[in-house]
């Protein structure tokens, strides 16, 4: 199927939410800092390897997994007002220092969720059509202060559209800021030709992932099959 003909029924296969967050956690290292968007982002912070320094922009350095029921300490929470654990060495700061960290290109990675994201790179990920307003919050910061930035999110969204377009419809983030997009099936990444696909999730074809992306994929010539 072309690209001219992308399905708007949602994907019947591929991967469920906690393993695009256990793959994306790959793409962190021991000594990293890293920030974890609001939304299916902040899940990574259950797999990320040990050594990695998670930020959040509410004011928080070096937190651990979601907490459970019995660890919850509603004082601790992620920029999406989820519990947190701590983690040896956490601290505390004004949102002011936060955002300064963000900006000033303090962190290696941030790792956002996404409405849409074009082949060149534009995020889109702070208003939905049809919303009369959203909350950008610290999105557009993260996007333009991280030296690295990572898209994870479902391959369409709830009504089957792609969220990997030629050129975003909805409000923009941040203009040609994203490096690589890891979905519910596959991983991608933005290079000077367009977006080329790097890997595939399990039991995943190409043509399959193609039925549900606008832009033409580039196909790597070391493509291989995720591994978590």
């Known amino acids: 199927m072309t690209q001219e003909s992308s399905s708007e029924q949602p994907p019947a296969a591929g991967l469920a939410k906690d393993l695009i967050c256990l793959r994306a956690a790959k793409e962190l290292k021991p000594g990293m800092y890293a920030n974890l968007g609001i939304g299916l982002p902040t899940l990574v912070a259950n797999f990320a390897?040990?050594?990695?320094?998670?930020?959040?922009?509410?004011?928080?350095?070096?937190?651990?997994?979601?907490?459970?029921?019995?660890?919850?300490?509603?004082?601790?929470?992620?920029?999406?007002?989820?519990?947190?654990?701590?983690?040896?060495?956490?601290?505390?700061?004004?949102?002011?220092?936060?955002?300064?960290?963000?900006?000033?290109?303090?962190?290696?990675?941030?790792?956002?969720?996404?409405?849409?994201?074009?082949?060149?790179?534009?995020?889109?990920?702070?208003?939905?059509?049809?919303?009369?307003?959203?909350?950008?919050?610290?999105?557009?910061?993260?996007?333009?202060?991280?030296r690295r930035i990572i898209v994870i999110c479902e391959h369409t969204d709830r009504n089957g559209k792609p969220r990997i377009v030629k050129r975003c419809t909805l409000p923009?983030?941040?203009?040609?800021?994203?490096?690589?997009?890891?979905?519910?099936?596959?991983?991608?990444?933005?290079?000077?030709?367009?977006?080329?696909?790097k890997e595939l999730a399990p039991g995943i074809s190409v043509d399959y992932i193609q039925q549900f992306t606008k832009p033409k994929l580039i196909i790597s010539k070391d493509l291989k099959v995720m591994e978590f």
Not at 128 to 136: D, N
Not at 175 to 192: A, H, P, Q, W
Request: net charge negative.
């Open 172 to 197: 923009l983030t941040a203009k040609g800021v994203v490096n690589r997009i890891i979905t519910s099936l596959c991983v991608l990444d933005i290079i000077e030709a367009g977006l080329e696909l």
């Open 49 to 146: 390897p040990e050594g990695v320094i998670l930020h959040s922009q509410n004011g928080v350095l070096n937190f651990g997994p979601i907490a459970s029921d019995d660890e919850m300490d509603w004082e601790l929470v992620n920029a999406g007002a989820q519990p947190i654990t701590m983690l040896p060495g956490i601290s505390f700061f004004h949102s002011a220092d936060s955002f300064v960290m963000m900006r000033g290109r303090h962190l290696d990675v941030a790792i956002l969720g996404a409405y849409q994201v074009s082949e060149t790179g534009d995020l889109a990920n702070w208003r939905t059509e049809g919303e009369a307003l959203g909350a950008i919050g610290g999105s557009m910061d993260l996007a333009y202060g991280a």
